[in-house]
């Protein structure tokens, strides 16, 4: 199939600020965290644990942070935060459903890359209707290095069977976008307001867009 210039037999996608308008609920939780702790939100904090999975980025903040609480303890406070609202209030981006709709269609294969755990994806794909158009669904859990080196995207074409060069990827974040090209993927970068990097993000990329719209 045809994607723009791209000719593309499968397709993958991130969620958070991808798929998923769920970036500002991840801002508010990195503020009150730190706000409780008498602290302001550290300089590009988000960019930096962006690419990693909760539990990583728990001990990613406990040891550079020198937060008392231990990673365990600072895991349960982000989930007790953000699992009602990932059940309850995050919703898709603009279009995102109609896309996945048109692919569908098209007999396209569609997996997802995530660094967000099960707990909290797997009920808000659901409620928002677009959990069963996935082949596969993959978290960073068993993936140490989460989306800073590109093995869960290998591992994500490895199971639908198709070479990096025949994938699309659909990211938000400069990092993993620039790991997925480093590894031979395309990458259609998604615009994402609290995201500081678009111009570079649309500098690099296969292809770049603001809202689903543009591919329909």
């Known amino acids: 199939m045809k994607i723009k210039h791209l000719d593309i037999k499968a397709v993958i996608f991130d969620l ?8 500002k609920v991840w801002f508010e939780v990195d503020q009150n965290f730190f706000n409780k702790r008498g602290r302001e939100v550290p300089k590009d904090y988000g960019k930096t644990i962006g690419t990693m999975g909760l539990a ?3 001990v990613y903040t406990k040891e550079t942070y020198g937060i008392e609480e231990s990673p365990e303890e600072i895991f349960s406070e982000w989930m007790d935060a953000v699992v009602s609202k990932y059940s309850d209030e995050v919703e898709l981006k603009p279009h995102a459903r109609e896309y996945l709709e048109f692919l569908a269609k098209n007999s396209i294969p569609m997996a997802v890359a995530t660094a967000s755990s099960k707990v909290m994806y797997e009920p808000c794909l659901k409620n928002n209707g677009i959990y069963y158009y996935f082949d596969h669904i993959c978290d960073v859990k068993k993936f140490k290095n989460g989306k800073n080196t590109p093995e869960l995207f290998i591992h994500v074409a490895n199971l639908l069977g198709v070479k990096p060069s025949e994938i699309l990827i659909f990211e938000d974040t400069l990092h993993a976008i620039k790991v997925a090209l480093e590894a031979g993927f395309n990458v259609c970068s998604v615009y994402e307001e609290t995201c500081h990097d678009e111009e570079e993000k649309k500098e690099i990329s296969s292809l770049y ?8």
């Open 209 to 216: 867009i603001h809202d689903f719209n543009e591919l329909l």
């Open 56 to 58: 990583q980025a728990a």
């Open 16 to 23: 958070d600020g991808t798929l998923l308008d769920s970036c």
